[in-house]
């Protein structure tokens, strides 16, 4: 259902907002990380290694389509904070625009340039054809993964949360089944893999789209709202495309980390790739709270609530930094177990390695936990070019890390390599926040200040 952000107590509404993009993101990770775990216990190290060694060219398409489209509906968002229905409806329908001739693009480079990309990775010669029929047929199916973040950024951003974790839900169990019917029964190898999270997202997106417009009247789009104007898509691709390119900015400083970890062999990419699954999935906590507070922000900034703005976010911050120090726990004391996951009788040297690399992201998931909120409340306020600029000096900080970090003192360089880069990113968006939200406060004051003595006057 449709949630108003503007107004209750601000850390209530967040939290109720996060909590189901939270569990839908756990079932996102969930179903990502079958893919590995039955690859890496039906077709052994080589392939896990090789369905691991393309999560950074993954990232770097899947990261710009989550960007895109989570800008799109940032100015969703705003018109519907703002009670302009017709404009929330030209959004709608300009972003489907826009989204289906960037899938277009994006997917014939992605496929055409999977191969050099992997060689320019230095992928071992033993893993690089299982990379290759893994991450080709994503790329084939881009615009499933386009058409429902699309859908759900768009129900996100009117404040509903919870259908797109029942769709992502059902496309989760529609993964598993798939999987093991192709890789298994099938023995299509690591492209069954791959097949099975396409057909299970096309089909989650199509339910989803379905119930958007049956449910939400706000949502029903008709020809018309299809004819908009170059300033109106403007203002869509002037957050949307910041967005887009800040996540696959952040992927290429992964690329060159994952081109170091290549480089040391298998052994090492096999732990490099069980330790960054298992971090993905213990920081979705943040993840959610950095996509609620998009929203929020989006809604109040629609609604001219600075005041509720800042309250929110402080509070997230709060709650984040708690979130944070448990996270870190967490990793450290089951590392051993849930690296077990990904490879059957996994030895020790493949525990350490993990374990490692996990100990260090724990000690610093507060700097992380400080991008994903202020990253995020920028973002909400349409300041995504900023968001860019902080992606840019993650990025150089990153690549310094792995190249120079991983060159003295080899793996354990790399396991530090995103400390820097978030510290860095953490400068730059704290400083951008507060001065920004320092400005919008003090002009609100202002505002305020002369409605009250323009109302003193004409009662005088």
């Known amino acids: ?246 996540y696959s900015i952040i992927a290429i400083g992964i690329m060159v980390q994952q081109s170091a970890v290549n480089i040391l062999g298998t052994r090492y990419v096999s732990a490099y790739t069980a330790a960054t699954k298992i971090d993905t999935l213990v920081t979705q906590s943040l993840v959610a709270m950095g996509a609620a507070i998009a929203t929020y922000v989006g809604q109040n900034y629609g609604a001219l609530r600075y005041d509720r703005i800042k309250k929110g976010v402080d509070q997230a911050m709060t709650i984040s930094i708690a979130i944070a120090v448990l996270c870190g726990i967490a990793v450290y004391f089951g590392s051993d177990l849930m690296t077990g996951l990904f490879v059957e009788n996994a030895d020790a040297e493949m525990l350490a390695l993990s374990k490692k690399f996990l100990m260090w992201q724990g000690i610093f998931y507060i700097c992380l936990a400080v991008i994903y909120v202020y990253r995020n409340a920028l973002q909400g306020m349409g300041h995504s070019a900023l968001t860019m600029f902080a992606g840019l000096t993650e990025l150089s900080m990153r690549i310094f890390a792995s190249l120079l970090l991983a060159h003295i003192f080899g793996y354990m360089g790399i396991c530090l390599s995103n400390q820097c880069a978030w510290i860095g990113a953490d400068i730059f968006l704290l400083t951008s926040y507060y001065i920004i939200i320092g400005k919008k406060l003090q002009k609100s004051k202002v505002g305020n200040l002369v409605t009250v003595n323009r109302k003193s006057f004409a009662h005088s």
Not at 43 to 70: D, H, R
Not at 110 to 121: D, G, I, Q
Not at 188 to 199: I, K, R
Not at 231 to 240: D, E, S, T
Request: hydrophobic share 50%; net charge positive.
């Open 1 to 246: 259902m449709v949630q108003d952000l503007t107004s209750g107590k601000p850390l209530k509404q967040i939290m109720k907002f996060a909590l189901p993009i939270f569990i839908g993101n756990v079932f996102q990770q969930l179903y990502s990380m079958v893919d590995t775990i039955i690859v890496g216990n039906t077709l052994g190290e080589a392939a896990l290694a090789g369905v691991g060694a393309t999560s950074a060219i993954s990232f770097l398409i899947i990261g710009f389509v989550q960007g895109m489209t989570a800008g799109f509906s940032v100015k969703t968002s705003q018109y519907f904070g703002s009670h302009d229905e017709y404009n929330v409806k030209r959004s709608v329908a300009t972003s489907f625009t826009l989204c289906a001739v960037t899938t277009v693009i994006l997917t014939l480079i992605s496929v055409f340039t999977t191969m050099p990309l992997l060689k320019l990775m230095k992928t071992p010669d033993e893993i690089i054809q299982y990379s290759y029929d893994y991450i080709v047929i994503i790329y084939a199916g881009l615009f499933a993964t386009v058409f429902y973040n699309m859908v759900s950024s768009i129900l996100r951003a009117l404040g509903d949360s919870k259908v797109p974790l029942l769709f992502l839900i059902m496309a989760s169990v529609i993964n598993v089944g798939v999987d093991l019917l192709f890789i298994v029964v099938f023995k299509m190898g690591v492209a069954g893999a791959g097949w099975a999270t396409v057909l299970s997202q096309l089909l989650s997106a199509i339910a989803c789209l379905i119930y958007m417009f049956k449910k939400y009247d706000i949502l029903k789009i008709k020809k018309e709202h299809f004819k908009t104007s170059w300033r109106f898509c403007y203002q869509h691709l002037a957050i949307g495309l910041p967005m887009a390119l800040q």
